[in-house]
């Protein structure tokens, strides 16, 4: 039975940074891609970061790139996501997700999902 459970999130000031925390139980985490994805309401999940199962390939969605980092620790079976400069417009429910495939960013290419995170930037 894999468990995503994610932490983190928060009220912050544009500008300001938050550090997501994705914890996974259950055998394997070390074999498999992980993602992040957010989703604000009426709208649809959005992809924002890739990272592959031994953490040394990464991918970004334009709009965090170069503000966000994504980065794992196979030893604490935990993933994570640095969030700097963060905009109003970051503001979302933030998912993580396991990977079936590497450097997805496609919903349909993972198939386990944690209960979320809200993460809210005023302006």
């Known amino acids: 039975q894999v468990q995503l459970v994610e932490s983190g999130g928060g009220l912050v000031q544009a500008g300001g940074s938050l550090r997501l925390s994705c914890a996974a139980s259950?055998?394997?985490?070390?074999?498999?891609?992980m993602a992040w994805f957010r989703q604000v309401p009426g709208k649809e999940r959005e992809f924002v970061s890739t990272?592959?199962?031994?953490?040394?390939?990464?991918l970004y969605a334009d709009s965090v790139k170069g503000r966000f980092t994504i980065f794992r620790d196979n030893t604490k079976n935990t993933l994570y996501l640095q969030m700097n400069s963060l905009k109003p417009e970051d503001t979302a429910v933030y998912y993580c997700?396991?990977?079936?495939?590497?450097?997805?960013?496609?919903?349909?290419?993972?198939?386990?999902w944690g209960q979320g995170t809200q993460v809210t930037v005023s302006s």
């Open positions: 997700a396991r990977g079936r495939l590497a450097a997805a960013q496609a919903m349909s290419a993972y198939d386990y």
């Open positions: 259950g055998r394997g985490f070390s074999t498999y891609a």
């Open positions: 990272i592959s199962y031994s953490g040394g390939s990464t």
